[in-house]
C-alpha cells in the first residue's frame, strides 16, 4: 500500500495565484515528519517546508505554507503568488524511522 | 556554507562494468543517504549512515550494490557488474541528528547503463 500518495500528476496555475498541491499519508506511527520537496528541470531536490505530527500549527516558509489536517492524514502544500519559476516537480515526503518515503510528484507549470 | 556535492554528475558506463559514485555531505552532517530515483518516479531510499556505521539497507540494494562511508565524512556507491536496469538518477542527502532531521540533498548522479 502507499504511504504517500500525491493525486495530482500535474497542475497549471496563471502566474500571481495562489495553487494548492495535495497529499495524503498513511501511517499508525503516532510520532511523524513530512516534507515537501521541489524538483527542477536540473534533478536537485530542494527543501521547502517541514511539518511535524506534534506541532499545532500549520508551517509556513515565506511563499510556502503547510494545510496539515491530520485527522484526514493530509499534509497539502499551499503556493501563494505563484512565479515563472515555481514550475517544477514537487515531492511529497514522510520520514519512517531514518529514511524518507516520497509520493510520485506533481509537476506544476505555471502560466505567463 | 557548502551543500552537499556528488561526482561525477554524469557516467555512461556499458553493462557489466562497475560504477563508483561518491557524495560529500555538508561538513557537520553526521547522517547520510542514497537513493535511487527513475524516470517519473519518486526518489526510493537505498540505505543510510549515521557516521560510519551503515544504519539501515534497502531490500533494493542488491548485492551488486555496495555503499561504504569509512571514516564518517564522505561516502562511496558502488554497482557492480551495471544492468540496464540500474539506469537511474543517483541521489545523497544529509542531516544533523535532530527531531526533524530535515534532509538536504546533492545534485544527484545521472547513471545510464548502454
Known amino acids: 500500500a502507499q504511504k504517500i500518495t500525491q493525486t495530482q500528476p500535474g497542475m497549471f496555475v496563471q502566474e500571481k495565484e495562489a495553487v494548492t498541491l495535495d497529499c495524503t499519508y498513511d501511517?499508525?506511527?503516532?510520532?511523524?515528519?513530512l516534507f515537501w520537496y521541489k524538483q527542477p528541470s536540473s534533478g536537485e531536490m530542494i527543501f521547502l517546508i517541514y511539518q511535524g505530527s506534534y506541532d499545532q500549527q500549520n508551517a509556513t516558509e515565506g511563499r510556502y505554507s503547510l494545510n496539515f489536517q491530520k485527522a484526514r492524514k493530509s499534509a497539502n502544500l499551499v503556493i501563494s503568488a505563484s512565479q515563472l519559476g515555481d514550475s517544477a516537480m514537487y515531492f511529497c515526503?514522510?520520514?519512517?524511522?531514518?529514511?524518507?518515503?516520497f509520493g510520485q510528484g506533481t509537476e506544476l507549470s505555471v502560466k505567463p | 556554507d557548502t551543500g552537499v556535492s556528488q561526482d561525477p554528475r554524469h557516467k555512461i558506463t556499458k553493462r557489466g562494468q562497475n560504477v563508483t559514485f561518491r557524495c560529500d555531505p555538508i561538513?557537520?552532517?553526521?547522517?547520510l543517504y542514497w537513493y535511487r530515483q527513475t524516470l517519473g518516479q519518486g526518489p526510493e531510499f537505498l540505505t543510510y549512515f549515521q557516521n560510519e556505521a551503515q544504519l539501515e539497507k534497502s531490500r533494493l540494494l542488491s548485492d551488486r550494490f555496495s555503499a561504504e562511508r569509512p571514516k564518517g565524512s564522505f561516502s562511496t556507491l558502488e554497482i557492480q557488474r551495471t544492468e540496464q536496469g540500474d539506469s537511474a538518477m543517483y541521489l545523497c542527502?544529509?542531516?544533523?541528528?535532530?527531531?526533524?532531521?530535515?534532509?538536504?540533498f546533492g545534485p544527484g548522479t545521472r547513471l545510464l547503463v548502454l
Open positions: 501511517t499508525s506511527d503516532p510520532s511523524y515528519g
Open positions: 542527502a544529509s542531516s544533523f541528528r535532530t527531531d526533524r532531521e530535515t534532509q538536504y
Open positions: 561538513s557537520e552532517h553526521n547522517r
Open positions: 515526503a514522510m520520514r519512517e524511522g531514518g529514511k524518507l518515503i
